[in-house]
């Protein structure tokens, strides 16, 4: 195994639920260093239905969400170790930056930094429960009628919500893409991997991590900036005017200069 930190500033880039790794692309750029994209979205297939409770049992199916999300995490750590990415920045979209967080709290992988593009950090109750209530019923309609149906009523569903992701100036191709890798993503892995994620200790692994934390915000967004700034009031973030959850798509130049500016502004960082 190769240790990639006498090189340049290695960089990890974690993408967001229902993301890819390309999306690390439209920011490269101003990455300084060697960067490691991880895919960490399951495929389809990947849980047993079989294994899913057949009785009503509300703990049972939290704890097998969060088993499915932390088994996500483990084969992310072991990624970043084979590939030799220790004391890495890691920059992290979405829940990617609650994983950031939780990852930084590892010794073994010596995080040099996290770097969260509007993420759901810290993570608040009310959402925490809204994800687990909103995602899990998907995997018992595809327990009890099948996958198919399943991610039939996904893709109907998930149109009315798919909006609430953008601003009005997010358009064009950009947000068409992502708009699909949303409604076409495997219905019970994708529900698992967010009702698991956010179980994460995601809000006590921000409050305890030793190592320097910016955040940017989109505005409208869904990081809660107030909130993360008390629990981390030394972090470092900006807001970015006219553009949604997707910062880094769709105000790519914006983003790279904020990285530049901030985040890797200093060779010692």
Do not use: Y
């Not at 072991?78 to 030799?84: M, P």
């Not at 921000?206 to 967004?221: F, R, T």
């Not at 970015?240 to 904020?258: I, L, N, S, V, Y």
Request: aromatic share 6%; proline share 9%; glycine share 8%.
């Amino acid at each position: 195994m190769s240790n990639r930190t006498n090189e340049p500033h290695p960089v990890i880039f974690l993408h967001g639920w229902c993301g890819r790794a390309d999306e690390v692309d439209s920011i490269r750029a101003a990455l300084p260093g060697p960067v490691l994209p991880i895919s960490w979205m399951p495929a389809g297939g990947d849980f047993d239905l079989e294994t899913w409770p057949t009785e009503p049992d509300p703990e049972a199916r939290e704890e097998i969400a969060r088993g499915f999300a932390d088994d996500i995490l483990d084969r992310v750590r072991a990624t970043i170790i084979d590939a030799g990415f220790l004391g890495a920045t890691v920059i992290g979209h979405s829940l990617g930056g609650g994983m950031a967080c939780v990852l930084a709290k590892d010794p073994d992988l010596a995080v040099r930094q996290v770097v969260l593009l509007d993420a759901s950090v810290p993570m608040m109750p009310a959402r925490r429960r809204d994800s687990i209530d909103r995602m899990l019923p998907w995997v018992d309609r595809a327990a009890t009628g099948g996958r198919l149906l399943a991610q039939a009523g996904w893709i109907a569903e998930a149109s009315s919500w798919i909006p609430d992701f953008f601003s009005l100036e997010d358009q064009g191709d950009i947000r068409l893409h992502i708009e699909r890798r949303f409604l076409f993503a495997p219905v019970v892995e994708a529900a698992l991997a967010i009702a698991g994620g956010v179980q994460w200790p995601i809000t006590e692994s921000l409050e305890s991590i030793d190592c320097p934390v910016h955040g940017l915000a989109g505005d409208p967004g869904r990081m809660p900036v107030d909130e993360l700034l008390a629990c981390r009031p030394d972090a470092k973030v900006e807001r970015m005017k006219d553009t949604g959850h997707h910062p880094h798509r769709f105000r790519a130049e914006r983003t790279r200069e904020w990285l530049e500016a901030g985040p890797f502004s200093s060779p010692a960082t």
